[in-house]
C-alpha cells in the first residue's frame, strides 16, 4: 500500500498570490495524478506525471521521484481557484489502483 | 464537461434497499472506474473495468457489485443497504487500463441511505 501525505490541510490565500501544495509518498511509482474537486464535488484531472514538470495556464506541477515528492504551484491565484486539491498515486505496485491524499481546502479570498 | 455520464444524480433509499448506479463513459473510452468518496475515508477505488473485463479491485464490499457491458457503459449495484453507505459515488473513464492514462471523471452520483 502506498501511502500519501498531503501538506497543507487547509490554505487560506489573498488573490494573487503564489500557492504551493504539496504531496509526498512512500513507495515508488509510474505516475502522479492531482485532481481538482469544486464545492459542487466535481472533480476534475489536472495532470497526470511521471518526470520532471508540467504546465497548464497558471498551474505547475512537477515531482522529483528520487524523493518521492510532487508540488502544484498556482501562479496569480484567483477566487475561482478555491477548491479542494488531491494527489494520487498507484497503491503499491500495482498500475490499475490509485490511492488518494486527504486533499488540500484551498480558500482564495478577493 | 467530461463526457462522463452518471445518473441518477441524487439517491435517496432506506437501509436494507437495492441500488443501481449507472456510468456512461466518453466516447472512445475502455476502461471505467468506481470510487467512493465519504466524508471519514476520502476518496477510495472500488473497482476497475476495461472492455468488459474487470481488471483491478479495490476497497468493495461483498454487497456491492459491478459490471461493464458490451457498449462499455457500466453499472454499480449496491445492495442491503447500510447507513454507512451513505456517500458519493464517481466513475471515471480512461481510453487505457493503466494509470499512466488521464481519468475523466463523471459528475458523481449522491446516495443517502435513511
Known amino acids: 500500500k502506498n501511502e500519501v501525505e498531503q501538506s497543507p490541510q487547509n490554505l487560506t490565500a489573498q488573490e494573487g498570490e503564489f500557492i504551493t501544495i504539496n504531496c509526498s509518498y512512500s513507495v515508488g511509482i509510474s505516475a502522479l495524478h492531482w485532481l481538482q474537486q469544486h464545492p459542487g464535488g466535481g472533480i476534475v484531472s489536472l495532470f497526470m506525471l511521471s518526470s520532471g514538470k508540467k504546465k497548464h495556464g497558471r498551474l505547475i506541477a512537477t515531482i522529483n521521484i528520487q524523493e518521492k515528492h510532487s508540488s502544484l504551484h498556482i501562479t496569480a491565484s484567483h477566487p475561482r481557484d478555491s477548491a479542494v486539491y488531491i494527489c494520487?498515486?498507484?497503491?503499491?505496485?500495482?498500475?490499475?489502483?490509485?490511492?488518494f491524499g486527504k486533499g488540500t481546502l484551498l480558500t482564495v479570498n478577493p | 464537461d467530461s463526457g462522463v455520464t452518471q445518473t441518477p444524480k441524487h439517491l435517496i433509499t432506506a437501509t436494507g434497499q437495492r441500488v443501481t448506479l449507472r456510468c456512461s463513459p466518453r466516447s472512445g473510452d475502455l476502461s471505467v472506474y468506481w470510487y467512493q468518496q465519504s466524508l471519514d475515508q476520502g476518496l477510495q477505488f472500488l473497482i476497475q473495468y476495461y472492455n468488459g473485463e474487470e481488471r483491478a479491485k479495490g476497497n468493495i464490499l461483498e454487497r456491492f457489485s459491478a459490471q461493464q457491458f458490451p457498449d462499455l457503459h457500466s453499472e454499480l449495484n449496491l445492495s442491503s443497504l447500510e447507513l454507512g453507505d451513505s456517500a458519493l459515488y464517481f466513475c471515471?473513464?480512461?481510453?487505457?487500463?493503466?494509470?499512466?492514462?488521464?481519468?475523466?471523471f463523471g459528475a458523481g452520483t449522491r446516495l443517502s441511505v435513511l
Open positions: 494520487a498515486v498507484p497503491s503499491g505496485g500495482s498500475n490499475y489502483k490509485l490511492t
Open positions: 471515471a473513464s480512461s481510453v487505457g487500463g493503466r494509470l499512466q492514462n488521464i481519468q475523466y
